[in-house]
């Protein structure tokens, strides 16, 4: 699990100014992580996609209850050495997809690692552009799964999660304000685990940070947003018309 070492002192956002309805999108499956829906935002129907951190900590109850929403297909965003047992078994009828989306053991990846150890948004315009193999990867792993609800993560759910939430709801047309919304929940979500890691609050600590680059979270998930022209930028970097064409029918009301 990534995080910036700096800042310390906590940093509160309501959930009342929270133009995404966080909680009725919120899910308590037993031993998840930051999970939630993405429908509702923008064109997304609902039980399309679910993003949440690692599973790995899911009850029986808990897998029994993804099973019950609909979840048919996991997509894991983790790298091999992160990969660890599940606390319970998940359900046979359930697939799981391994897609890596850091660059690991690349010139990219010790680039970013040294600037914000790929623990903020800032890295994404580079992702997108540098690294689009990978995230055209993760997408088509949604577009071409089994019918059926599609639950993606990472380890914790904020920033390879992140990145390909943003990707999903630019082409599912929400708002600006929506998907960057949506992103800081994750802060929220996962401010006790990252203390008991010993981590630093990680709102402060990227906030402090992406100050020293004259920008801010909101800013650089906007103008991220603001230059990802849908969906050409899945067509020229290696889609097909006919795998776009699948994803919107997954997602789009």
């Known amino acids: 699990m990534t995080s910036i070492d700096c800042g310390s002192t906590p940093l509160v956002?309501?959930?009342?100014?929270?133009?995404?309805?966080?909680?009725?999108?919120?899910?308590?499956?037993?031993?998840?992580?930051?999970?939630?829906e993405l429908g509702g935002l923008?064109?997304?129907?609902?039980?399309?996609?679910?993003?949440?951190?690692?599973?790995?900590?899911?009850?029986?109850?808990?897998?029994?209850?993804?099973?019950?929403?609909?979840v048919r297909t996991v997509v894991d965003l983790r790298n091999a050495d992160e990969y660890g047992p599940d606390s319970a078994p998940r359900p046979a009828g359930i697939t799981t997809?391994?897609?890596?989306?850091?660059?690991?053991?690349?010139?990219?990846?010790?680039?970013?690692?040294?600037?914000?150890n790929l623990a903020s948004p800032l890295y994404y315009p580079a992702?997108?552009?540098?690294?689009?193999?990978?995230?055209?990867?993760?997408?088509?792993?949604?577009s071409t799964a089994?019918?059926?609800?599609?639950?993606?993560?990472?380890?914790?759910?904020?920033?390879?999660?992140?990145?390909?939430?943003?990707?999903?709801?630019?082409?599912?047309?929400?708002?600006?304000?929506?998907?960057?919304?949506?992103?800081?929940?994750s802060y929220e979500r996962m401010r006790q685990r990252y203390a008991e890691l010993g981590h630093p609050d990680q709102l402060v600590a990227v906030t402090e940070f992406l100050a020293t680059r004259n920008t801010t979270i909101e800013a650089s998930l906007s103008s991220t947003v603001a230059a990802l022209t849908m969906p050409d930028y899945l067509l020229k970097n290696g889609l097909t018309a006919a795998e776009v064409g699948d994803l919107r029918a997954r997602l789009i009301t």
């Open 127 to 142: 992702m997108l552009t540098e690294q689009s193999e990978r995230v055209t990867a993760a997408v088509r792993a949604i």
């Open 97 to 116: 997809v391994r897609v890596p989306l850091e660059p690991v053991g690349t010139p990219f990846y010790a680039h970013w690692e040294k600037i914000d």
């Open 146 to 185: 089994a019918p059926g609800c599609v639950l993606f993560h990472c380890s914790g759910g904020k920033d390879r999660t992140g990145l390909l939430a943003l990707v999903l709801l630019t082409l599912a047309e929400a708002t600006p304000e929506e998907i960057v919304a949506d992103y800081l929940l």
């Open 42 to 70: 923008g064109r997304v129907r609902p039980g399309a996609v679910v993003r949440m951190a690692e599973p790995n900590h899911l009850s029986a109850a808990g897998w029994a209850a993804a099973w019950a929403y609909g």
């Open 13 to 36: 956002r309501a959930d009342g100014d929270d133009p995404t309805a966080a909680r009725g999108r919120e899910l308590f499956w037993d031993g998840c992580l930051n999970a939630r």
